[in-house]
Protein backbone atom coordinates (compact mmCIF):
# COMPACT_ATOMS: atom_id res chain seq x y z
CA UNK A 1 0.00 0.00 0.00
CA UNK A 2 1.39 3.34 -1.06
CA UNK A 3 0.66 7.00 0.93
CA UNK A 4 -2.44 9.13 1.19
CA UNK A 5 -1.70 13.09 0.42
CA UNK A 6 -4.96 15.21 0.54
CA UNK A 7 -7.34 12.81 -1.57
CA UNK A 8 -4.84 10.85 -3.26
CA UNK A 9 -4.67 7.28 -1.78
CA UNK A 10 -2.03 4.46 -3.36
CA UNK A 11 0.31 7.22 -3.67
CA UNK A 12 4.45 6.14 -4.23
CA UNK A 13 5.48 9.88 -5.19
CA UNK A 14 4.84 13.29 -5.85
CA UNK A 15 6.31 15.38 -8.47
CA UNK A 16 6.89 18.99 -8.08
CA UNK A 17 7.69 21.81 -10.59
CA UNK A 18 9.70 25.11 -9.14
CA UNK A 19 9.07 28.54 -9.19
CA UNK A 20 6.02 29.65 -8.72
CA UNK A 21 5.68 25.95 -6.56
CA UNK A 22 8.50 25.70 -4.04
CA UNK A 23 10.01 28.76 -5.26
CA UNK A 24 8.97 32.69 -5.99
CA UNK A 25 12.35 33.05 -7.46
CA UNK A 26 11.01 36.01 -9.83
CA UNK A 27 12.73 38.66 -8.49
CA UNK A 28 16.14 37.30 -8.95
CA UNK A 29 14.63 36.33 -12.52
CA UNK A 30 13.88 39.81 -13.21
CA UNK A 31 17.38 41.08 -11.82
CA UNK A 32 19.69 38.83 -13.55
CA UNK A 33 17.13 39.68 -17.31
CA UNK A 34 17.69 43.48 -16.65
CA UNK A 35 20.99 43.35 -16.25
CA UNK A 36 21.53 40.84 -19.82
CA UNK A 37 19.66 43.45 -20.90
CA UNK A 38 21.31 46.63 -19.78
CA UNK A 39 25.10 44.59 -20.89
CA UNK A 40 23.48 44.68 -24.63
CA UNK A 41 21.89 48.18 -24.69
CA UNK A 42 18.37 47.29 -24.56
CA UNK A 43 15.64 48.51 -21.90
CA UNK A 44 14.50 46.92 -19.54
CA UNK A 45 11.34 44.69 -18.52
CA UNK A 46 9.25 45.08 -15.45
CA UNK A 47 8.86 42.35 -12.96
CA UNK A 48 4.98 41.77 -13.39
CA UNK A 49 5.98 40.75 -17.07
CA UNK A 50 8.72 38.55 -15.81
CA UNK A 51 6.08 36.84 -13.77
CA UNK A 52 3.86 36.11 -16.92
CA UNK A 53 7.03 34.77 -18.52
CA UNK A 54 8.25 32.65 -15.77
CA UNK A 55 7.92 28.64 -16.16
CA UNK A 56 8.35 27.92 -20.15
CA UNK A 57 12.43 27.64 -19.67
CA UNK A 58 14.65 30.24 -20.39
CA UNK A 59 15.05 30.10 -23.52
CA UNK A 60 10.66 31.17 -23.70
CA UNK A 61 11.99 33.63 -21.22
CA UNK A 62 14.14 35.48 -23.60
CA UNK A 63 11.54 35.00 -26.58
CA UNK A 64 8.92 36.94 -24.72
CA UNK A 65 11.19 39.89 -23.70
CA UNK A 66 12.47 40.48 -27.52
CA UNK A 67 8.84 40.53 -28.40
CA UNK A 68 7.98 42.79 -25.79
CA UNK A 69 10.56 45.15 -26.90
CA UNK A 70 10.03 44.93 -30.23
CA UNK A 71 14.26 43.84 -30.83
CA UNK A 72 15.67 41.92 -33.05
CA UNK A 73 15.26 38.42 -33.04
CA UNK A 74 18.94 37.95 -33.61
CA UNK A 75 19.53 38.93 -30.22
CA UNK A 76 18.30 35.93 -29.00
CA UNK A 77 21.28 33.67 -28.19
CA UNK A 78 23.49 36.78 -27.11
CA UNK A 79 20.62 37.50 -24.58
CA UNK A 80 20.20 34.20 -23.23
CA UNK A 81 23.83 33.38 -22.97
CA UNK A 82 24.07 36.70 -21.37
CA UNK A 83 20.82 36.46 -19.39
CA UNK A 84 22.17 32.29 -18.41
CA UNK A 85 25.36 33.81 -16.84
CA UNK A 86 24.08 36.64 -14.87
CA UNK A 87 21.22 34.67 -13.60
CA UNK A 88 23.70 30.97 -12.49
CA UNK A 89 25.82 33.97 -10.36
CA UNK A 90 22.60 35.40 -8.58
CA UNK A 91 20.25 32.90 -8.34
CA UNK A 92 19.23 32.59 -5.15
CA UNK A 93 19.15 36.65 -3.47
CA UNK A 94 15.75 37.53 -2.93
CA UNK A 95 14.37 33.92 -3.88
CA UNK A 96 11.90 32.59 -1.39
CA UNK A 97 10.23 29.55 -0.03
CA UNK A 98 6.33 29.67 -0.15
CA UNK A 99 5.18 29.03 3.24
CA UNK A 100 4.28 25.59 3.53
CA UNK A 101 6.48 23.93 1.22
CA UNK A 102 8.60 22.53 3.55
CA UNK A 103 5.96 21.13 5.69
CA UNK A 104 4.63 19.57 2.79
CA UNK A 105 7.87 18.01 1.42
CA UNK A 106 8.64 16.53 5.70
CA UNK A 107 5.32 15.10 5.68
CA UNK A 108 5.77 13.79 2.30
CA UNK A 109 9.43 12.34 3.29
CA UNK A 110 7.58 10.88 7.08
CA UNK A 111 5.37 9.02 4.36
CA UNK A 112 8.14 7.23 2.49
CA UNK A 113 6.67 9.12 -0.99
CA UNK A 114 9.96 9.44 -3.58
CA UNK A 115 10.35 13.19 -4.70
CA UNK A 116 10.94 14.52 -7.76
CA UNK A 117 11.43 18.01 -8.83
CA UNK A 118 10.57 18.41 -12.60
CA UNK A 119 10.94 22.34 -13.69
CA UNK A 120 11.82 24.02 -17.21
CA UNK A 121 14.24 25.76 -15.77
CA UNK A 122 17.87 24.24 -17.13
CA UNK A 123 18.83 22.00 -14.32
CA UNK A 124 22.55 23.74 -13.59
CA UNK A 125 20.28 26.91 -11.86
CA UNK A 126 17.11 24.51 -10.67
CA UNK A 127 19.86 22.18 -8.79
CA UNK A 128 21.70 25.48 -7.32
CA UNK A 129 18.69 27.02 -6.21
CA UNK A 130 17.23 24.21 -4.55
CA UNK A 131 20.82 23.66 -2.96
CA UNK A 132 21.12 27.38 -1.43
CA UNK A 133 17.31 26.98 -0.44
CA UNK A 134 17.98 23.79 1.52
CA UNK A 135 15.55 22.01 -0.15
CA UNK A 136 17.75 19.52 -2.70
CA UNK A 137 18.16 17.01 -0.03
CA UNK A 138 14.44 16.20 -0.34
CA UNK A 139 14.44 15.05 -3.82
CA UNK A 140 16.09 11.73 -5.32
CA UNK A 141 15.20 13.11 -8.70
CA UNK A 142 15.70 16.25 -10.71
CA UNK A 143 14.97 17.27 -13.85
CA UNK A 144 15.48 20.54 -15.91
CA UNK A 145 14.52 21.64 -18.89
CA UNK A 146 17.30 20.39 -20.79
CA UNK A 147 17.54 16.96 -18.98
CA UNK A 148 15.64 15.67 -21.61
CA UNK A 149 14.26 16.35 -25.31
CA UNK A 150 11.14 17.32 -24.34
CA UNK A 151 9.81 19.65 -21.63
CA UNK A 152 6.49 20.04 -20.29
CA UNK A 153 3.68 20.21 -21.74
CA UNK A 154 4.94 17.43 -22.95
CA UNK A 155 4.87 14.20 -20.59
CA UNK A 156 8.12 12.99 -20.95
CA UNK A 157 9.52 14.53 -18.05
CA UNK A 158 7.02 12.54 -16.10
CA UNK A 159 6.71 9.27 -17.88
CA UNK A 160 10.88 9.52 -17.23
CA UNK A 161 10.13 10.03 -13.63
CA UNK A 162 7.72 7.30 -13.56
CA UNK A 163 10.04 4.92 -14.85
CA UNK A 164 12.82 5.78 -12.49
CA UNK A 165 10.72 4.71 -10.12
CA UNK A 166 9.34 2.00 -11.70
CA UNK A 167 5.86 2.82 -10.56
CA UNK A 168 2.37 3.85 -12.53
CA UNK A 169 0.77 7.13 -13.11
CA UNK A 170 -2.16 6.31 -10.69
CA UNK A 171 0.39 5.89 -7.93
CA UNK A 172 1.85 9.27 -8.68
CA UNK A 173 0.87 12.76 -8.44
CA UNK A 174 1.96 16.04 -9.28
CA UNK A 175 1.95 19.55 -7.94
CA UNK A 176 2.47 22.86 -10.13
CA UNK A 177 1.10 26.34 -10.69
CA UNK A 178 0.98 26.59 -14.40
CA UNK A 179 -1.09 25.00 -17.20
CA UNK A 180 2.48 23.14 -18.59
CA UNK A 181 2.39 21.25 -14.82
CA UNK A 182 -1.56 20.16 -15.46
CA UNK A 183 -1.36 19.20 -19.29
CA UNK A 184 1.77 17.17 -18.43
CA UNK A 185 0.21 15.62 -15.78
CA UNK A 186 -2.90 14.30 -17.86
CA UNK A 187 -1.25 13.44 -20.94
CA UNK A 188 0.92 10.94 -18.83
CA UNK A 189 -1.76 9.94 -16.94
CA UNK A 190 -1.27 11.09 -13.55
CA UNK A 191 -3.76 13.38 -11.85
CA UNK A 192 -2.37 17.27 -10.91
CA UNK A 193 -2.84 19.38 -7.66
CA UNK A 194 -2.39 22.89 -9.22
CA UNK A 195 -1.52 26.12 -6.44
CA UNK A 196 -3.19 29.48 -7.26
CA UNK A 197 -0.44 31.35 -5.52
CA UNK A 198 2.20 31.05 -8.62
CA UNK A 199 3.02 32.56 -11.65
CA UNK A 200 0.95 30.88 -14.51
CA UNK A 201 1.83 33.14 -17.20
CA UNK A 202 -1.30 35.25 -16.16
CA UNK A 203 -3.71 33.01 -17.00
CA UNK A 204 -6.11 31.74 -13.90
CA UNK A 205 -5.33 28.52 -13.28
CA UNK A 206 -8.92 27.32 -12.86
CA UNK A 207 -9.55 27.50 -16.36
CA UNK A 208 -6.22 24.67 -17.18
CA UNK A 209 -8.88 22.42 -14.88
CA UNK A 210 -6.42 20.56 -12.36
CA UNK A 211 -7.72 17.43 -10.57
CA UNK A 212 -7.55 19.81 -7.20
CA UNK A 213 -6.68 23.77 -6.82
CA UNK A 214 -5.41 24.63 -3.67
CA UNK A 215 -4.10 28.20 -2.60
CA UNK A 216 -1.15 26.54 -0.43
CA UNK A 217 0.23 23.32 0.55
CA UNK A 218 -0.79 23.05 4.04
CA UNK A 219 -4.42 21.88 2.55
CA UNK A 220 -2.83 18.76 1.11
CA UNK A 221 -1.73 17.24 4.49
Given amino acids: MGATLGPFGDLKAVFFDLDGTLVDSARDI ?33 DCTIKSLGADPALHAPLLAQFMLRYQANVCVDS ?14 AQQLHL ?14 LSQLNLLRYFSLVLGGD ?21 LPDQAVMIGDSRNDVE ?10 GLSYGYNHGEPLQAC ?10 ELF
Fill in 96 to 109: EVYDGVIDCLEYCQ
Fill in 147 to 167: SLDHRKPHPAPLLHALAYYDI
Fill in 30 to 62: HRSLAIALRDLGLRTVSEPQVRHWVGRGASRLV
Fill in 116 to 129: ACITNKPLLPAKKL
Fill in 209 to 218: APDLLLDSLF
Fill in 184 to 193: AAHASGMACV
